[in-house]
């Protein structure tokens, strides 16, 4: 490698805006949810003075986190952790009703504990809605990184700008996209390769919205994809599996995808009489 390349990335380095390393934030979001969750947690507390410690160590991350943008201010990056700190405890109940919703949701769980330890759609949701946080904050690369590194463990693809109501339930969740724009109501329950996207990816339609709505108390089982900014689907609704879906439906509707089976024989009969 030339001097001339090596100096040509050595000023691309010194140009690039200033960021907090990806490491170093999703180690903070697994250090937060082990302090909020001690099924998470690999730390053993001699005291409650110990606890409070590590509470100190967290706030400490999280403003060396702050620091590393590049349009950091000390003053306002202390108040942004001042607001996040302060928002933990309802941010915990928030995610408590996620995991009662799945617990009720899946015959297969036999604890909540089972549901925070092992399955993928809580930590998916828990990093959602404290990425969720962050996004609204300002802090959208933040809470991507804390996003992308969900989607990347559990296969699950939640954007952090997305809309998201209590007791959110995610079934399996493999291949689960639910798009920036998307609004989702209380007690929605989503199964494994659901996508809820948008019906154009054009650039000049970002500012738009693009994805759908989905009203309260909705199934949306395996492999539908519900599209479009202007699609809604009313509450206490079920789209079965494999449905295409890019216009509205009202409340209290049955989507299912019916396919046309055909034997043989009557292939080659309809052949035969072309």
């Not at 962050?134 to 463990?153: C, F, Q, V």
Request: some cysteine.
């Amino acid at each position: 490698m030339d001097s001339h390349y090596l100096k040509t990335l050595y000023d691309e380095h010194l140009k690039a805006d200033r960021c907090p390393s990806p490491v170093i934030v999703v180690d903070f979001f697994n250090s937060l949810l082990a302090f909020l969750f001690p099924e998470f947690s690999t730390r053993k507390y001699d005291s409650f003075g110990d606890f409070e410690s590590f509470h100190r160590q967290l706030q400490r991350e999280f403003l060396t986190i702050l620091s590393k943008r590049s349009i950091s201010d000390h003053k306002q990056d202390r108040q942004i952790a001042d607001r996040f700190f302060t928002c933990l405890p309802a941010l915990k109940e928030s995610l408590l009703c996620d995991v009662q919703a799945m617990y009720e949701g899946d015959p297969a769980a036999k604890s909540v504990t089972e549901v925070i330890r092992t399955y993928p759609g809580f930590y998916a949701i828990a990093s959602y809605r404290l990425a969720h946080h962050l996004h609204g904050e300002g802090l959208t690369l933040i809470a991507r990184i804390i996003s992308e590194n969900a989607h990347s463990r559990t296969g699950i693809d939640i954007h952090p700008a997305a809309r998201i109501g209590s007791h959110f339930c995610i079934d399996h969740g493999t291949g689960i996209v639910v798009g920036e724009t998307t609004v989702i109501g209380e007690h929605v329950k989503l199964y494994q390769g659901v996508t809820l996207g948008a019906l154009s990816v054009r650039k000049e339609d970002a500012a738009t919205k693009r994805h759908p709505v989905i009203e309260d108390h909705v199934v949306i089982y395996a492999g539908a994809s519900i599209l479009g900014g202007e699609t809604v689907v009313g509450h206490h609704s079920i789209i079965g599996g494999n449905v295409w879906l890019t216009r509205s439906v009202p409340p209290h509707s049955k989507i299912y995808y019916k396919a046309n089976y055909v034997n043989e024989s009557e292939i080659d009969s309809k052949a035969v009489l072309k």
